[in-house]
């Protein structure tokens, strides 16, 4: 009879070979599909995943603390807490800086601005947890938050800014900073596309109070689904522990401290707070590991492509608005997104349908302008101005994927579907 190990080596070997020639597959302009995202795991978290089964050890702990670690370590980050998406990091952090037990917290009906441009589990923690979301409009060349408008949309109730490096395109972190300094704001950074992006030289997620990831399929690295939050705060990042997991005291500090005041109470089921199941598995974990040694290598594909499609595709810039990496910036790019200029003898639609009927997968820019969204009619909110941007880009903009899985064979394939078009349009 075969051992446990040796069961486990031959399942090593299979999952290998079955890898191999899974992604043994030739690219066919026009027949083959370019998706927007890829599967960017391979044997090594499936066998991580299978080892985590077969133990039995499959809830929150060890991996999970090391992925935790890696993550930290890379950002720059003292503290790392991980959970079972990026919108639960969002909602955490939303949640415990409304929290009670915090000192200087947000109270209910203080304002938090965002960016009208943006996921919608961005804007829908702030009413979750009693805040009111501000909208303000973005710049069109970055798709991020307009500086000069967050300083207009800055009343008495202003309590944060929560900013989005919209597809890996970093906010302008020194005037952003400078405004949270000058008006004792609290600065969350939205992170969640943006794994490994600088400003400066510096990792982005390492500017604000607090920042979010999330490790979803479609990400730079991923865990299937998966988030994280960093801080360099201690106190934040004990709130995120006790309330990840039911607001219990299990991974605090000091959690001997809190049971010794209540010895009646037994201190594995010792609730000092409000929280919820927000926990990651240890196969999620697992696979964070693994990624983590491959996201410098995924991002170098995608800015290699990025700057294969601004170079190519700039010929068009009299209808094209592209985006570029700006100086003193690391631009990760979660997708390539392109604007149709208003004067361009051509629709978004046309393009996208022209685009998606040669295989080329294509998505609106994230929610477009939240403000537009029926949802937002049900809730409090404010914006500022008439977020022109925003509702240019609703109508004018996408993006299409740019991952590892995307060579020179696939990108050269889209530069000439858009030449196709543009050349159709042309000799019309």
Sequence with gaps: MESKEEILQSIRNLTQKYFLINR????????????????????????????????????MGKKV?????????????KYAVMVNSGSSANLLALSFLTNPALKDRIKPGDEIITPAVTWATTVFPIINCGATPV???????????NVQEIEKAITDKTKAIMIVHLLGNPCDMNKIMEIAKN??????????????????????????????FSFFFSHHISTIE??????????????????????????????????EKYPEIDERFLFNNMGYNFRPTEIQGGFGIHQMRKLEYFINIRRENAEYW??????????????EERKNTRHVWFGYPITIKPNAPFTRKKLVDFLEGKGLETRPIMAGNIDE???????????????????????????????????KKEREAIVEYISQFIKGIKDI
């Design 373 to 407: 969204q029926p949802v937002m009619k049900l809730y409090n909110y404010r914006k500022v101005g008439n977020l022109e941007n925003s509702r240019f880009i609703m109508r004018n903009s996408f993006f299409f994927g740019n991952h590892q899985g995307i060579g």
């Design 135 to 145: 909208l303000v409009d973005v710049d069109l060349e970055t798709y991020n938050i």
């Design 24 to 59: 043994q597959s030739d690219f066919i302009p026009e027949r083959t599909k370019i998706p927007l995202n890829a599967a960017s795991y391979d044997w090594e978290e499936a066998i991580e995943s299978y080892e985590s089964i077969l133990t039995t050890r499959v809830t």
């Design 183 to 212: 008006k004792n704001l609290i600065v969350i950074e939205d992170s969640c596309e943006a794994h490994g992006a600088e400003y400066n030289g510096n990792k982005i997620g390492n500017f604000g109070d607090l920042a979010t």
């Design 310 to 323: 601004f170079n190519t595709l700039k010929q068009y810039s009299d209808y094209l608005l592209l985006h």
């Design 65 to 77: 603390e090391q992925f935790e670690t890696m993550f930290a370590n890379y950002i720059g980050s």
């Design 226 to 259: 998966g988030g994280m939050i960093l801080t360099n705060n201690e106190e934040y990042a004990e709130l995120a522990r006790g309330m990840r997991v039911f607001g219990w005291i299990r991974d605090l500090k000091n959690k001997v401290e809190i049971a």
